[in-house]
């Protein structure tokens, strides 16, 4: 075998970002949590004040290990 170095360079820089948009996914992918159900009215409020008409829709559940809600926002 011989060794190429381009080739070592090529499939380093492909797997490195490969693997850097697998960690963007998965941080996208992660629930957002709060103290009070009430701070999601105010992002709603904000996504009003902007303009932005499109339906909000929230998975909520709340978490006992960190003692606050939970929610991941999803779309129809």
Known sequence: MLFR???VFV?????TTFGF???????LSEPTCVDDLSELNDIVAKRDQTGDTTAVNFDV???KEKNQWCYIETSQ
């Open 11 to 15: 499939t380093t820089l492909l797997l």
């Open 21 to 27: 948009l697998i960690m963007f996914l998965v941080q």
């Open 5 to 7: 170095p381009v080739r």
């Open 61 to 63: 559940g709340f978490d």
